[in-house]
């Protein structure tokens, strides 16, 4: 059952090698998800899955076992992560899964065994609550480390142009992950998301599923949400 979770946001900006200059700039930020991690690990997990948007297919969510490895060579810079222990795998974290690696690294994660889970944009939140079930029913103690990032769509120079629907979308998600509250992470609407580029909503319908019955509180953060449950 699902104990822990935190949420985080995944531009490949908040590693320093990547973000160069502008590395200061997102301190805070990083330090709100080393303090998200550190709620994962005083949750005593017996098995972490970090979810994020990425893959291609659109009928079901592309699993990624320990050890798989991803880099950021696309954003320039020769930097190799580890997604915990193991064989390195056949295919590449996509980007979101190797910000959550890179996190991990940062906070020394050796809690519990982690495994990688790529939810594409376009997956139906039905079947995103599908796979959150299941990743909450693989062990008897689950913790989710959930990247995903807000609309793109905020000002004239946002990566999707201004669209004035993106501030009443983000407020909506930031107050569901705030309260923790299920039902509206799961209504929030796929075709409004995809037009918003916000890449986050399949990543939170994935956890609106895994925390159907485990009756998390919410707690706000700098960047962050995380939601847990006492031991």
Do not use: I
Request: charged letters at 25%; aromatic letters at 4%; one cysteine or more.
């Amino acid at each position: 059952m699902l104990v822990a979770a935190a949420v985080c946001p995944c531009p490949p900006l908040l590693v320093p090698d990547v973000a160069a200059g502008a590395a200061p700039e997102l301190r805070a930020a990083r330090t709100a998800c080393a303090d998200a991690v550190g709620v994962l690990a005083a949750s005593r997990p017996d098995r972490l899955f970090v979810v994020g948007p990425g893959g291609d297919a659109v009928d079901a969510p592309e699993r990624y076992p320990a050890g798989s490895v991803g880099d950021f060579s696309g954003f320039g810079v020769d930097l190799r992560v580890r997604l915990g222990a193991g064989d390195a795998g056949d295919r590449p974290l996509p980007p979101s899964l190797a910000v959550g690696a890179w996190l991990l690294a940062r906070a020394r994660w050796a809690d519990a065994p982690a495994e990688g889970l790529a939810v594409a944009e376009a997956l139906a939140p039905a079947r995103c609550a599908e796979a959150g079930r299941e990743l909450a029913a693989r062990a008897g103690r689950v913790a989710l480390l959930v990247l995903g990032d807000g609309s793109a769509c905020r000002t004239l120079k946002a990566p999707g142009y201004l669209d004035e629907r993106a501030a009443g979308f983000d407020a909506a998600a930031a107050r569901a992950l705030g309260a923790a509250d299920t039902g509206a992470l799961a209504a929030l609407d796929e075709r409004l998301a995809r037009e918003l580029k916000a890449a986050g909503r399949a990543p939170w319908q994935v956890l609106a599923g895994a925390a159907e019955d485990a009756g998390l509180a919410g707690l706000t953060g700098s960047r962050h949400m995380a939601e847990d449950r006492a031991p």
